[in-house]
């Protein structure tokens, strides 16, 4: 698949592992205009891609993510958050509508078939903690610092920080933290289940790519399958998730790859699966 030419990003495959580094490290990965839409174009991009079957999200440099660089703020029209082809297609109010564009920079991370993950070491402050909630899992360095600070800005969490931080830590901690501007750092984010896994800052990379790895050596339709059916969880009552479950389980009892899977377990051989 052909991509576009990016500045402040880069995607690199390994295998059927994609690798998305931000690439602003002069600027701590500091997220500006332009780098928004670099990621929903990549998005646009990746987000059917039937060859991914994981993801890492990285930052290159000293951190994950400082936050929002502050050219958003006081920029000229490159900044321009109502800028864009679909501008005004999302909602009536320029202003509403542009940050609901915006939000699609993260939202594809979170509704992409395939797993997500997110390898997150030195701050992931505002827009960056933001982005790592928007994965499936969080791969925390030891002595990572993290925090929603929007508050101290006058604003608040608008790229999903609001809709997806209850969800890991609870609706209390959630505010609690939003509203107190807190910084914590990594053990506290684990503690309090931010992060699904605390690893030494040297060993971050190798960590979320060995963890990629063995995601992506699953049976495809089964990932797939559970990412939806675990997502539908947060949505739905209890007997309509079950649908859900039955529906994405009819579709890996059809498969190659559960005769493949029974088949490698009776040669006992390592299984390769097709995704169908």
Known sequence: M??????????????????????????????????????????????EDP??????????????????????FTGGSDNDLAAGDDA????????????????????WLETAPYPTIAAVHGYALGAGLQLALACDIRVFARGTQVGLLEHKYGILPDLGGTQRLPRVVGPAKAKEMI???????????????????????????????????????QPPLAVRGAKRAVAASANLPVREGLVVEAEVQAVCLASNDMREAIT?????????????
Request: include cysteine; hydrophobic fraction near 40%.
């Open 88 to 107: 005004g297609t999302r909602h009536p109010d320029p202003s509403v509508d542009a940050i609901l564009r915006t939000q699609d920079a993260y939202t």
């Open 179 to 217: 509203w107190t501007a807190a910084r914590i750092d990594a053990d506290e984010a684990y503690r309090i289940g931010l992060c699904e896994r605390l690893v030494d800052a040297d060993e971050l990379e190798k960590e979320a790519g060995e963890l990629a790895a063995v995601i992506a050596a």
């Open 2 to 47: 052909a991509l576009p030419d990016f500045e402040t990003i880069r995607f690199e495959r390994d295998g059927d592992v994609g690798w998305l580094w931000l690439h602003r490290p002069d600027r701590l990965n500091s997220f500006t205009i332009a780098m928004w839409r670099e990621m929903r174009t990549l998005g646009q991009h990746l987000v």
């Open 264 to 276: 490698a377990f009776v040669e006992q051989r390592q299984p390769r699966y097709v995704g169908h």
């Open 51 to 72: 060859d991914l079957r994981a993801l890492v999200v990285m930052g290159e440099g000293r951190a994950f993510s400082s936050g929002i660089d502050t050219s958003v």
